[in-house]
């Protein structure tokens, strides 16, 4: 089945082509205030040190040189100790810690982060758009345009709290995967019996086995990433599952609030 591309899907591609566009050619701090979505540190406490007195998350990996000159995992007492030797550490770690403060959360960034794509790479967004024409589209004909747009912000949304609230990793993150995730569940749900695959391989699953594999293969790759953020690469797999349980929450939710019910269908 290859449905033709549907209007709220149309809509969509559109908005994140232009907000991709758009943030191109605005100063890069609108970008990563407004359109990323910055983890928070409430729930699950996650390593912070404070340079000129704001916080920054500690990050695995992350190493520094010590008074001996031995590169070990900073922590504030450190901090303080190199800052009073010498003043210009302080600047060194805020540059290289920016995009990691801990208090760079911001709600609208709940919405605005999955309509944003990396600018590091073009296949970012390509391959995302392409995802969401095709299979998005698939699902805007099982569920109509209203429920369908619902469902994708729902999809988005709920993930990134789950993200800024949950997610161990306190990397920053964009992109549309997370409400796409949410379409991958919807398409197994209502074409359980849909071929799909990976693109340039030759091997073709239902939907229902494909979205199985998938949530196993970001599981492994979300604790792989934990232990060695290398292994994880570039991509929030935390993010998927977060986008496939909230899409799977919204089909839950649906059959007891009927307003997020569409009248015209019986």
């Known amino acids: 089945m290859r449905p033709h591309l549907t209007d709220t899907v149309r ?30 540190n409430l729930i699950l406490q996650r390593p912070t040190i404070e340079v000129d007195d704001r916080p920054y998350f500690v990050p695995e990996g992350f190493r ?22 010498d003043p210009s550490v302080g600047a060194q770690l805020a540059a290289n810690l920016r995009i990691l ?21 073009f296949f970012h967004i390509l391959f995302n758009m392409l995802f969401l024409a095709s299979l998005g589209s698939l699902v805007e004909m099982a569920l109509g345009a209203r429920r369908f747009l619902l469902y994708y912000l729902f999809s988005g949304v709920m993930a990134g709290v789950l993200l800024a609230f949950f997610d161990p990793s306190p990397v920053p993150v964009v992109g549309a995967s997370t409400a796409l995730s949410g379409v991958l569940v919807a398409v197994a749900y209502y074409f359980p019996d849909h071929r799909l ?13 494909f979205v199985l594999l998938y949530a196993t293969g970001s599981v492994v790759l979300m604790f792989m990433g934990w232990r060695n953020p290398a292994w994880g690469g570039q991509i929030s797999h935390f993010g998927h599952l977060a986008g496939m349980g909230a899409g799977m929450l919204y089909l839950v939710l649906e059959r007891y609030m009927p307003f997020l019910q569409d009248r015209r269908r019986p």
Not at 64 to 84: C, F, K, N, S, Y
Not at 110 to 121: A, D, E, K, W
Not at 197 to 209: C, E, H, K, Y
């Open 197 to 209: 695959g990976v693109l340039f391989i030759p091997v073709q699953f239902p939907a229902r086995d």
């Open 11 to 40: 809509h969509l591609v559109i908005l994140n082509v232009m907000i991709f566009v758009g943030l191109m050619l605005l100063p890069g701090y609108v970008r990563d205030e407004w359109f990323v979505l910055h983890k928070q």
């Open 64 to 85: 520094i040189p010590d008074m001996t000159g031995e590169r070990v995992r900073p922590d504030q007492e450190m901090i303080d100790t190199l800052i009073a030797a």
């Open 101 to 121: 403060a801990a208090d760079a959360f911001i709600p609208i960034q709940l919405v605005t982060s999955f309509f944003n794509h990396s600018h590091y790479s």
